[in-house]
């Protein structure tokens, strides 16, 4: 057995991120950008009012009050989009909006709560004092006209996006989202809801991981259902690896007799067969067939589900550019709510617990139900994996690290 460390070490060293494609804004996101992004542009482009009121000098104003208004001349109207087509002089005031481009002369708003009367014409009383330069934005306040923006290696949120739109951007530089095939193996797997006969059960896994696929902004591609046959699994192989970026398989990697993707794998590619010191989950295969990553999962559902979030997703990210500390979900700590068990092997368990924030401001895990690696709906329940080192397990009111998946 090699430690879990080890293996993904192996799978990583021959994962390399795609070349940069250009992309629309709107396809762009949770993809890690290509290329160094500089401003270009000063955001906000210029010089504009942040509340809506008056535009005034802060000097006619500063002695108001409530019980000493200061009249003003309204001079018109400004809204966001318009022009500022007059200076503001003393004793004159320019109703202003939010956005509107802040006009000549004028220094500060009062701002329309601490004003009294007047639409965009006769007089308006000013109730309070407001300093010089109070809600003006001025233009660059957010970005300079010529800044870096955003680095290479940036993971694209939506607060991302709408910098780039603020700039202008169009089109981005970014590392494309993998094509990730999915190929299920077995002669006991049937695909969808016909009746099952004697000794069949319905092939889970591949909507499994094709769902975990889109869930991480990779492009699935259903590879379908290859009977243990080693001419039905070298094709599907074969023409999922010429089409795909990487390719996911399922069941077949034990040492059990009717294990042809082994077999097939071992023909066709360079490959790693583990096992992995971890429960569940520990075969695991890794190999490069024509270039493109092969990721062998074991079949047991639970155990392709672990193997895809400890194996697969990091050499996946790392396909993607994401940098190396974002390859790997960071552990959080929880405090158990009652005892977690483990088998007392030399193995980490990855069990399968639902944890939520408590009353304490603490995260609480307790255990999802069954952990056989058979046993999918307890994983379904999950939230969280708890990392249990060999040992003696977690007792209630003990903390143990949880990587929440959600
Ligand atoms: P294997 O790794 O092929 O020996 O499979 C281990 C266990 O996982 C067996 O009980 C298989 O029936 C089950 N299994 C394999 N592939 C799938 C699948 N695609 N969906 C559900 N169960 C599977
Ligand atoms: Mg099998």
Request: aromatic residues 4%.
């Amino acid at each position: 057995m090699i430690p879990l460390e080890e293996a993904r070490a192996r799978v990583l060293a021959d994962c390399h991120a795609a070349g940069a494609a250009r992309v629309r804004l709107d396809a762009a996101l949770g993809l890690v950008l290509a290329e160094d992004v500089d401003s270009g542009e000063a955001v906000p482009p210029f010089p504009s009012s942040a509340m809506d009121g008056y535009a005034v000098h802060a000097s006619d104003i500063a002695g108001a009050a409530g019980d000493h208004p200061v009249r003003l001349q309204v001079i018109g109207t400004l809204a966001a989009g318009g022009t500022p087509e007059s200076t503001v002089r003393r004793g004159e005031a320019l109703r202003i909006m939010t956005g509107a481009p802040w006009p000549p002369g004028a220094d500060t708003v009062a701002i329309v709560e601490t004003t009294r009367g007047a639409g965009d014409a006769g007089q308006v009383e000013v109730l309070a004092p407001a300093p010089a330069g109070a809600h003006v934005r001025p233009a660059g306040e957010d970005l300079t006209e010529a800044q870096r923006v955003f680095d290479r290696g940036t993971v694209l949120g939506p607060g991302h996006i709408g910098v780039l739109a603020s700039i202008g951007r169009e089109e981005v530089a970014v590392v494309p989202a993998p094509r990730v095939g999915v190929l299920s193996t077995g002669d006991e797997l049937v695909a969808g809801g016909g009746a099952l006969r004697p000794g069949q059960i319905r092939d889970s896994n591949r909507a499994t991981l094709l769902a975990l696929l889109r869930r991480d902004g990779f492009t699935a591609v259903d590879l379908g259902l290859a009977r243990d046959d080693e001419a039905d699994i070298r094709a599907r192989l074969t023409a999922g690896a010429e089409r795909c970026d990487a390719v996911l398989t399922s069941g077949g990697v034990s040492m059990g007799d009717f294990d042809f993707v082994r077999k097939v794998l071992d023909e066709l590619g360079d490959m790693n067969w583990m096992q992995v010191a971890i429960r569940p989950a520990k075969p695991f295969a890794f190999g490069v067939l024509g270039g493109t990553p092969v990721f062998g999962l074991p079949g047991n559902p639970v155990s392709s589900m672990v193997s895809y979030e400890l194996l697969a997703r990091p050499g996946l990210r790392r396909l993607a550019g994401y940098p190396v500390d974002a390859q790997v979900r960071p552990p959080v700590r929880a405090v158990a709510d009652a005892t977690l068990a483990r088998p007392s092997d030399d193995r980490t368990t990855y069990m399968r617990v639902v944890a939520r924030p408590g009353a304490d401001g603490r995260f609480h895990a307790r255990s999802a139900g069954g952990q056989g690696s058979n046993l999918l709906w307890p994983m379904a329940l999950a939230n969280a994996l708890a990392v249990l080192a060999p040992g003696r397990g977690v007792e209630a009111g003990e903390e143990v690290d949880v990587l929440v998946l959600e």
